[in-house]
């Protein structure tokens, strides 16, 4: 079974900048996409990033386009989320996912979750 360890969260100051790391164990992340999600308090998750099956295509939400970079170990077992000039409005629990289906849209295709990650942008 597929288990997800999201680290890498912290304090950081807005225009700093963060990696997040996803480990995986009881198996690799191969055959799967690989996503972060994020949801803020009193807010709806939201998906962040996707890295497809292969690796070969990304996508971002709008909000964080030229500012974050999803990437993938060669291995298949560490997925990272780049994270710079950090916002505000970035302040969230990011959560890594798998799945068979790289979405933005369909959170619910993403079959295996971690326990998420705190990312605080503050003064």
């Known amino acids: 079974q597929l288990q997800l360890v999201e680290s890498g969260g912290g304090l950081v100051q807005p225009g700093g900048s963060l990696r997040l790391s996803c480990a995986a164990s009881?198996?690799?992340?191969?055959?799967?996409?690989s996503a972060w999600f994020r949801q803020a308090p009193g807010k709806e998750r939201e998906a962040v990033s996707y890295i497809t099956v292969r690796g070969t295509r990304t996508d971002y939400t709008p909000s964080v386009k030229g500012r974050f970079t999803i990437s993938r170990d060669a291995n298949k077992k560490m997925v990272y989320l780049q994270m710079n000039s950090l916002e505000p409005e970035d302040t969230a629990n990011y959560y890594c996912a798998a799945g068979p289906v790289a979405t933005l849209s369909m959170p619910n295709l993403y079959q295996y979750w971690g326990q998420g990650t705190q990312v605080t942008v503050s003064s």
């Open positions: 009881g198996s690799t992340l191969d055959g799967y996409a």
